[in-house]
């Protein structure tokens, strides 16, 4: 059974920062990229990072310089560290594959930042 659990979210003031967590478990984490999503209200899924089996990362625009995508390969878990954080952050953040399979969405965690 395949389980990615998010954890680290929370209420933050703008200008703040998280770490987030999500632990795998159910397949072969180290062979797969993995990416970080969020959905704020109102809209859509959208893709925040992503990093491969090498390490190798990529963002999106609007997180670029602020937000740092990385993995454990021995703990099977990937990381979001969240800096200089804004109020359009706002949403519900999700791990998955990179290519995301549509079974492995989690509860996700909630990051909040206060203006």
């Known amino acids: 059974q395949v389980q990615l659990v998010e954890s680290g979210g929370g209420l933050v003031q703008a200008g703040g920062s998280l770490r987030l967590s999500c632990a795998v478990s159910?397949?072969?984490?180290?062979?797969?990229?993995m990416g970080w999503y969020r959905q704020a209200p109102g809209k859509q899924r959208e893709l925040v990072a992503t990093?491969?089996?090498?390490?190798?990362?990529n963002y999106g625009d609007s997180v670029k310089g602020r937000f740092t995508i990385s993995r454990d390969n021995a703990k099977n878990t990937v990381y979001l560290q969240m800096n200089s954080l804004k109020p359009e952050d706002t949403g519900v953040y999700y791990c998955?594959?990179?290519?995301?399979?549509?079974?492995?969405w989690g509860q996700g965690t909630q990051v909040t930042v206060s203006s």
């Open positions: 990093i491969t089996t090498g390490g190798s990362t």
């Open positions: 998955n594959t990179e290519a995301p399979h549509p079974d492995y």
């Open positions: 159910g397949i072969i984490f180290s062979i797969h990229a």
